[in-house]
Antibody, heavy 118, light 107 residues
């Protein structure tokens, strides 16, 4: 069945960088836009970024614009999130999610925890 | 950016009850509205997409309605497994914002 597995989370100091990966399996990865959504501890869901099926287009939340970059490698069924200039406000569980026809997010990964702390 | 406002922020109900959550968009989003359920420590689960379409595998006691700016999610005949957090999300235009969530608790 469809699987999305995130990795790359961990602890980073403020101002440093981290790169998240999300490996997809059991579906045609290159046919679907993909998203990152995050959830700070005890808080609600926050949409982060989306990338088109071929990587030619992307959009970001204002809170991460200019610091985060979403990308994908369709040959490796992998989605990425490069996170630079991290702040404590970026501490969250980061989920990757698949977009389906009406732009709904129908499959989600298990999440990867990013902690930004000095 | 489009703001999504959910009400109430929390709700207490009993097994067998019928409950309704509301989600309001700051501008028209046509029917680009999705509902997700999230249980503690778990990833979100898609329930309803395009305002009223039931995701495959989701019980028929869940239903959605609305268009434009006002939307509702209704759960009829509440079951123990339905107590969770519920989020709406607009997918009309990026940034694809979520509402702040509604926590459904057992009375």
């Amino acid at each position: 069945q469809v699987q999305l597995v995130e990795s790359g989370g961990g602890v980073a100091q403020p101002g440093r960088s981290l790169r998240l990966s999300c490996v997809a399996s059991d579906f045609s990865f290159g046919r679907h836009p993909m998203h990152w959504v995050r959830q700070a501890p005890g808080k609600g869901l926050e949409w982060v970024a989306v990338i088109s099926y071929d990587g030619s287009d992307n959009y970001y939340a204002d809170s991460v614009k200019g610091r985060f970059t979403i990308s994908r490698d369709n040959s490796k069924n992998t989605l990425f999130l490069q996170m630079n200039s991290l702040t404590t406000d970026d501490t969250a569980v980061y989920y990757c999610a698949r977009e389906e026809g009406e732009r709904q997010l129908d499959y989600w990964g298990q999440g990867s925890l990013v902690t930004v702390s000095s | 950016d489009i703001q999504m406002t959910q009400s109430p922020s929390s709700l207490s109900a009993s097994i067998g009850d019928r409950v309704t959550f509301t989600c309001r968009a700051s501008q028209s989003i046509r029917t680009y509205l999705n509902w997700y359920q999230q249980k503690p420590g778990k990833d979100p689960k898609l329930l309803i997409y395009a305002a009223s379409s039931l995701q495959s595998g989701v019980p028929s006691r869940f239903s959605g309605s609305g268009s434009g700016t006002d939307f509702t999610l209704t759960i009829s005949n509440l079951q123990p497994e339905d107590f969770a957090d519920y989020y709406c999300q607009q997918s009309y235009t990026p940034p694809y914002t979520f509402g702040q969530g509604t926590k459904l608790e057992i009375k």
